[in-house]
């Protein structure tokens, strides 16, 4: 048993008042190495699950409720799990549980009176995924070691956030979260949802440092994005009927698309093409081109797609400029959140004290270092 689901269960047992042992699972966070703003136009993504996780314990009760209590946010709800059908948004972190047993529920599942305790290590609003890490870990736990197909739990964690959290994200992180494998990123087909698993070079560390900061701008932006990319498969679609996504279109189609959505689509189109050769690269070992995609996916999402923010791009260029660094860019969707760092073993505490150096002088901000070792996906722990 690892020490977060040892010290979980006895913050189980304090916190309910019992000697039960509760079981604990994990579901990690991720980060995204590239392939932004994809996943939902049905592209290629390549993303590693970390091994920041949220953990939760859950243990049978005799109240009749589905009970649960934030550790991160020291709050507690409970609902009637006779009524888990009824449920409305109330437009907190809870929607996220909430979502996950309306789902099950849904698919035919009892939802059980439940007692869970979570604990994420994974920041919120850091975009390395707190949310679906926490869905998918809420869905193991609500499950109670009944069987799931995994790409039925990654749906159905992704349609917790889109239909009853209200976020229209596409299925990546639920995805990874589920699927991570130890050691290695995955290249994921959001379209048929089948994966192969990318092998990266030893000779490298990746580091994601993050912003502390989100723009409020990010919610209602995402929204727009998801608009203006329909929008651009609605003006090919035309001209070329067999275009139903942007995962379907080329660039000699964007002479078919004005103004905004053609800005869209053409970071869309490019960024497909950029996972394909960062893999290719990553096959044979070649960290500098690894590194310049990054950088162009970087200068994509801030100039066509215009999801990224001075804090990323000061990251980003103070980053790059650094001789031992083959490239970086922001990772998630943008507007504070992290950046995702690709550099040569062993200067790593070298940058992170001259990024940490120039980033407090720049912005006032204590930035925050996450090294990113590729972990397995969700399971139970304990």
């Given at each position: 048993?690892?020490?977060?689901?040892?010290?979980?269960?006895?913050?189980?047992?304090?916190?309910?008042a019992?000697?039960?042992?509760?079981?604990?699972y994990?579901?990690?966070g991720?980060?995204?190495?590239?392939?932004?703003?994809?996943?939902?136009?049905?592209?290629?993504?390549?993303?590693?699950?970390?091994?920041?996780?949220?953990?939760?314990?859950?243990?049978?009760?005799?109240?009749?409720?589905?009970?649960?209590?934030?550790r991160?946010?020291?709050?507690?709800?409970?609902?009637?799990?006779a009524?888990?059908?009824?449920?409305?948004?109330?437009?907190?972190?809870?929607?996220?549980v909430?979502?996950?047993a309306?789902?099950?529920?849904?698919?035919?599942y009892e939802?059980?009176?439940m007692?869970?305790?979570i604990?994420?290590?994974?920041p919120?609003?850091?975009?390395?995924?707190?949310?679906?890490?926490?869905?998918?870990?809420?869905?193991?736990a609500?499950?109670?070691?009944?069987?799931?197909?995994?790409?039925?739990?990654?749906?159905?964690?992704?349609?917790?956030e889109?239909?009853?959290?209200?976020m229209?994200?596409?299925?990546?992180?639920?995805?990874?979260?589920?699927?991570?494998?130890?050691?290695?990123?995955?290249?994921?087909d959001?379209?048929?949802?089948?994966?192969?698993?990318?092998?990266?070079?030893e000779?490298?560390e990746?580091?994601a440092?993050?912003?502390?900061?989100?723009h409020?701008?990010g919610?209602?932006?995402?929204r727009?994005?998801?608009?203006?990319?329909?929008?651009?498969?609605?003006?090919?679609?035309?001209?070329?009927?067999?275009?139903?996504s942007?995962?379907?279109?080329?660039?000699?189609?964007?002479?078919?698309?004005?103004?905004?959505?053609?800005?869209r689509?053409?970071?869309?189109?490019?960024?497909?093409?950029?996972?394909?050769?960062?893999?290719?690269?990553?096959?044979?070992?070649?960290?500098?081109?690894?590194?310049?995609?990054?950088?162009?996916?970087h200068?994509?999402?801030r100039?066509?797609?215009?999801?990224?923010?001075?804090?990323?791009?000061?990251?980003?260029?103070?980053?790059?400029?650094?001789p031992?660094?083959?490239g970086?860019?922001?990772t998630?969707?943008?507007?504070?959140?992290?950046?995702?760092?690709?550099i040569?073993?062993?200067?790593?505490?070298?940058f992170?004290?001259?990024?940490?150096?120039?980033?407090?002088?720049?912005?006032?901000?204590?930035?925050?270092?996450?090294?990113?070792?590729?972990?397995d996906?969700?399971?139970?722990?304990?």
């Amino acid at each position: 048993m690892d020490v977060p689901a040892r010290d979980l269960i006895e913050a189980f047992q304090t916190h309910y008042a019992t000697e039960a042992t509760p079981a604990v699972y994990r579901a990690p966070g991720r980060v995204n190495l590239i392939g932004e703003h994809t996943d939902y136009n049905l592209g290629f993504v390549c993303p590693v699950a970390l091994e920041l996780a949220c953990y939760v314990a859950a243990a049978r009760n005799a109240a009749g409720k589905l009970r649960i209590y934030s550790r991160n946010m020291d709050e507690s709800r409970e609902f009637d799990t006779a009524a888990v059908g009824e449920l409305q948004p109330a437009g907190d972190w809870s929607d996220y549980v909430a979502g996950v047993a309306v789902m099950l529920a849904r698919e035919g599942y009892e939802i059980r009176p439940m007692d869970l305790y979570i604990d994420s290590r994974v920041p919120r609003g850091g975009g390395l995924s707190s949310s679906a890490s926490l869905e998918v870990s809420v869905a193991l736990a609500l499950l109670d070691g009944r069987e799931i197909d995994k790409v039925a739990l990654a749906r159905l964690a992704r349609r917790a956030e889109n239909e009853f959290a209200g976020m229209p994200c596409g299925i990546m992180d639920q995805y990874i979260s589920v699927f991570g494998r130890r050691g290695a990123a995955l290249k994921i087909d959001c379209r048929d949802l089948s994966f192969d698993v990318v092998r990266l070079p030893e000779a490298v560390e990746i580091v994601a440092v993050n912003t502390m900061v989100k723009h409020e701008l990010g919610g209602t932006a995402y929204r727009d994005r998801v608009a203006e990319c329909q929008a651009a498969v609605e003006a090919i679609q035309r001209r070329h009927p067999d275009v139903k996504s942007l995962r379907d279109a080329d660039l000699n189609q964007l002479d078919l698309v004005t103004g905004v959505p053609k800005m869209r689509a053409r970071h869309v189109i490019t960024e497909d093409r950029r996972v394909e050769e960062f893999v290719a690269a990553a096959g044979r070992g070649d960290l500098w081109e690894m590194g310049r995609l990054f950088v162009a996916s970087h200068h994509s999402l801030r100039h066509d797609y215009e999801v990224s923010c001075e804090e990323l791009d000061f990251l980003v260029d103070a980053a790059v400029a650094l001789p031992y660094v083959y490239g970086a860019r922001m990772t998630g969707g943008g507007f504070g959140g992290c950046t995702v760092n690709l550099i040569k073993p062993g200067r790593g505490e070298e940058f992170r004290e001259t990024l940490h150096r120039a980033y407090r002088e720049r912005f006032g901000l204590e930035p925050v270092f996450y090294p990113v070792k590729p972990s397995d996906g969700a399971s139970r722990v304990a």
